[in-house]
C-alpha cells in the first residue's frame, strides 16, 4: 500500500513483514529487553525478537496499554513501528526518554510538522552538543 494511501485510510494498524526487522537484530545483542509499545503477540517484530533471544515485552492499545499514559517499561531498547498518524507524537517521546530505541518509519512526512523539525532541532542540539 502506498504511503498516501496509509495516511488516508484511517487504519494505523499495519503489521511490519519480517524481512523488516532482520537489519536490526545485528545491533541487538540476543540477552537485550525489548519494549515494543505499539505491538501485539502476533507482531513481526516481536517473533523475530524473541527467535533473536531476546526478552521481549509488547504493549498495545488493544489491551488497554497507552504508549502516551503509561509508565516506562524497563529495557535496553524501546523497537516499534509506530501508529503513523502519531508519529510526531512518538518521536517527541522517545526523545523526552532518552533510551536507544528503532522506529520502523517511513521517511516520507516524517518531519512535515513544524512540530516536528521542532522536536528534531532540540534533540539534535542535545546529542550534538
Request: hydrophobic residues 40%.
Amino acid at each position: 500500500m502506498k504511503l498516501d494511501q496509509v495516511a488516508a485510510s484511517g487504519n494505523d494498524e499495519f503489521y511490519t513483514p519480517a524481512y523488516a526487522v532482520t537489519p536490526l537484530l545485528r545491533y541487538i545483542p540476543p540477552t537485550a529487553k525489548i519494549w515494543c509499545p505499539f505491538d501485539t503477540e502476533e507482531s513481526h517484530i516481536v517473533s523475530e525478537l524473541e527467535k533473536h533471544g531476546c526478552h521481549v515485552e509488547y504493549t498495545h492499545l488493544k489491551y488497554g496499554q497507552d504508549f502516551f499514559n503509561m509508565p516506562t517499561k524497563v529495557c535496553d531498547y524501546i523497537i516499534s513501528n509506530p501508529p503513523y498518524s502519531l508519529k510526531t507524537e512518538v518521536f517527541t517521546r522517545l526523545f523526552q526518554l532518552e533510551l536507544p530505541f528503532a522506529m520502523l518509519v517511513g521517511v516520507v512526512g516524517l518531519f512535515e510538522s513544524e512540530k516536528g523539525l521542532i522536536c528534531l532541532r532540540i534533540t539534535r542540539m542535545k546529542l550534538c552538543g
